[in-house]
Structure formats: C-alpha cells, structure tokens
C-alpha cells in the first residue's frame, strides 16, 4: 500500500486524536497548521501558521481538525486544498457506504451498507451508522451515539454523546441533540433537543 502524508488544519484536541488516527493506518503526518501563533508542537509533531505554508499541495492530503462544525465549514470556504478522509483501522465499514473527502473515522465505529456520509464530517469513538442513513456535511456524530436505518442528518448537526437516533428519524440542519436524548420524532432545522424522548427546549 501507498503510504499518504497529511496535514491536519487544526492543532488542537481534535487534531491529537485525529493524528493518531493517521499513525494507526500506517501513513505519515507531516505537521500540523493552526492560526493559534503560541502552538509550536503537538504530540511530537511540528506546528506551523497556517499563511506560510502552500495550501494547494497536490502530494499531500489535508484534514480539518477541528471539532466545532461551523468552523470547519468556514475553513472550506476559505482554503483551496486538497482533502482526504480518515478511517480507522479498528472501525468496521461496508464496501457499499460512501464516505467523502474531509471525514474522519474514529475507533470502534461501524458504518452499515448503502449509508452515506456527507464531507468533513467527524464520526467519533463507536458510534453505529446503520444501513441506508444519509449524514449531511460538517456533521458530528458524538461517541457512542447509534443511528437507526434510513436516518437522515442535516448539515452541520452534532448528535451527542451516547444518543439514540429511532430509524427512519429526520434531522435538520445544524441542530444539536443532547447526550443520552431518544430521538423519536422529526426534528426541524436550527433546534436543541434533549432527554427520553427528545423535546426540543430551544
């Protein structure tokens, strides 16, 4: 196997977790780039400012590393580069999901057939995608979390940690839903929804 390099935009909590994805695959980080000046290495790994270095290098992939979904939609719409996507080793994917470009996959995670994940999305520690869901882009999907079949997600859309989507749920865009919460309604775009079942509280 071809061995890639990377650079991960982001050098922060989320950008340690996500190197370590890349060192898991057996391809090569190159560094880092964040905007924060005072960061001048993370985990062994050199931190450079984001405006000296050539964004638009074709022998390297590049991973937005950052956790918060809006920021990463803002950084997309800045930046010409060339995006990768990540996936774990350890996480169990059928041949008949999509994945694309900028999404990370962490340990543990399992991703059922014809599901589709959107671009920059971060699908976290063992949480379960089943069969035939469609997650929109810059979407995260927490630790734990279990999406039914035939969920769908709206962009940008954070589902907390341990939530339970019931299949055939949808949820709009850029929604945050609680830890924990059972989602057993339609959610509309833009709302919080916590607890057993989920209400939306704002």
């Avoid at 190197?19 to 964040?34: H, K, M, P, Q, Y």
């Avoid at 979904?69 to 010409?80: G, L």
């Amino acid at each position: 196997m071809q061995i890639q390099k990377f650079i991960l935009y982001g050098a922060g909590e989320q950008g340690a977790v996500t190197a370590e994805v890349i060192e898991s695959t057996g391809n090569e980080l190159l560094f880092f780039i964040d905007q924060d000046l005072s960061i001048k290495t993370k985990i062994g790994y050199d931190v450079f400012p984001h405006d000296q270095i050539k964004l638009s290098d074709e022998n390297c992939h590049y991973i937005i590393s950052i956790g918060t979904n809006s920021i990463r939609k803002k950084i997309t719409s800045e930046v010409d580069l060339n995006f990768g996507k990540l996936i774990h080793p350890s996480s169990i994917i059928s041949k008949r999901a999509i994945i694309n470009e900028g999404t990370i996959v962490m340990p543990g995670v399992c991703v059922n057939t014809l599901a589709e994940i959107g671009k920059h999305c971060i699908l976290n520690t063992r949480c379960s995608i089943d069969h035939d869901c469609k997650i929109g882009d810059f979407v995260h999907v927490s630790p734990g979390a279990t999406l039914g079949g035939r969920v769908k997600i709206g962009e940008g859309t954070q589902i907390g940690i341990g939530a339970s989507i019931l299949p055939g749920i949808n949820i709009g865009k850029w929604c945050i839903i609680g830890a924990g919460a059972v989602v057993t309604k339609d959610i509309p775009d833009g709302v919080t929804a916590v607890g057993v079942p989920a209400k939306v509280i704002k």
